[in-house]
């Protein structure tokens, strides 16, 4: 059985869904096996980040629904043969459909029978769709900033996740501006630890080369040696290990 890891945040826009896809792009890089499921209902973007948005047909909302097999739904990246993505639908009718969660971690382990790792791109907040993506996760990582107001929705979102059944919580730290960092004006590393009961494994820069490559449809770990692959692949490792 593969593990489910969950990408959560309480606070939108953090970078959740580039996370996850070049999350993702590192471990298929490894030669195993890696499933992304876009769990953000009525508001995909997992398609667009890898540019496969031309080649969806059926959905998460279509497999919940029974409509067709997960086998149906999946997009295959040819750039990493070991990636594949099941997008979420974009129709709000369709995503309003009372899914519960035990059929959503039912959906989580068949597709992990057949994937080492199945990576799910949560939706912001802490409400009944972000504790239903998360239903059957045996590991969430919660990506923040170091903004006041980010930090304080994480630890909220580590507490419902928590509460909702997920055992191991782990802090990434996204969009790290050093400049601003140095300025004293937000929260130091050390300040993470305290705000954040999950413990930190990764921190990621602010790079505005991470949001053209996204907008450009490719996940920036495709460019080898970079210090963002190196970020990657350490928070990938310590992952592995938990
Ligand atoms: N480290 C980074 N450096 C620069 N830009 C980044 C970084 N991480 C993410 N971004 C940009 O931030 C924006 C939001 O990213 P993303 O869509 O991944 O956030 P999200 O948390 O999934 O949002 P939502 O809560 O809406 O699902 C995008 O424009 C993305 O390219
Ligand atoms: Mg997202």
């Known amino acids: 059985m593969g593990k489910v890891i969950i990408t959560a945040s309480g606070k939108g826009g953090v970078g959740k869904s580039v996370f996850t896809v070049n999350l993702g792009a590192v471990l298929a890089e490894r030669g195993v096996k890696v499933a992304l499921i876009d769990m953000n209902l009525g508001l995909r973007s997992l398609d667009i980040y890898l540019g496969l948005e031309n080649r969806v047909i059926f959905d998460v909302a279509d497999v ?50 057949c994937y080492d790792y199945v990576i799910v791109d949560g939706p912001a907040g802490v409400g009944p769709d972000m504790t239903r993506a998360a239903a059957g996760g045996s590991v969430a990582v919660i990506v923040t900033t170091l903004e006041n107001v980010s930090l304080r929705d994480a630890d909220m979102a580590d507490r419902v996740l928590s509460e909702a059944g997920v055992a191991r919580r782990v802090c990434v730290l996204n969009k790290v501006n050093r400049d601003l960092l140095r300025s004293g004006i937000f929260p130091g590393f050390e300040d993470v630890s305290t705000r954040v009961r999950a413990p930190l494994i990764g921190i990621i820069q602010y790079d505005e080369n991470i949001n053209i490559a996204a907008n450009c449809g490719f996940p920036i770990v495709i460019q080898r040696g970079s210090y963002i692959e190196e970020n990657f692949n350490s928070i990938a490792d310590r992952l592995i290990s938990l």
Request: aromatic share 10%.
């Open 64 to 113: 919940l629904s029974g409509l067709c097999a997960y086998r149906r739904a999946v997009i295959r990246d040819k750039r990493f043969p070991c990636l594949h993505l099941i997008p979420a639908t974009q129709d709000r009718g369709k995503s309003a459909s009372a899914f519960c969660g035990e059929a959503v971690a039912d959906f989580y382990a068949r597709i992990g029978e």
